[in-house]
Nanobody
Framework: QVQLVESGGGSVQPGGSLRLSCAAS????????MGWYRQAPGKERELVAR???????TYAAFAKGRFTISRINAKNTVDLQMNSLKPEDTAVYYC????????WGQGTQVTVSS
């Protein structure tokens, strides 16, 4: 049984920063991809960023230059540092683990508002 537990969401003013963290527990294959997705009200879930076991990173266009994803393989954790946040970044952010199967965290709310 794999579980993903997220933390670090909250409310911030435009231009502010937040750091999201996700810890995976259970039996996890070393060959995996960890990442962050988000879903705003009325919109589909979309990729924010993902990072492979070997450190290869993919960012969504909106995340490039503002967000940084990182992971610690030994701890099965993945973080997302978000800077220069905009109101359009408001969404529920989900941690994702892809191995042979796909696992999701429960989601953490990020609200960017003045």
């Amino acid at each position: 049984q794999v579980q993903l537990v997220e933390s670090g969401g909250g409310s911030v003013q435009p231009g502010g920063s937040l750091r999201l963290s996700c810890a995976a527990s259970g039996t996890i294959s070393n060959i995996n991809i960890m990442g962050w997705y988000r879903q705003a009200p009325g919109k589909e879930r979309e990729l924010v960023a993902r990072i492979t076991w070997h450190g290869s990173i993919t960012y969504a266009a909106f995340a490039k230059g503002r967000f940084t994803i990182s992971r610690i393989n030994a701890k099965n954790t993945v973080d997302l540092q978000m800077n220069s946040l905009k109101p359009e970044d408001t969404a529920v952010y989900y941690c994702n683990l892809f191995t042979r199967y796909t696992y999701w965290g429960q989601g953490t709310q990020v609200t960017v508002s003045s």
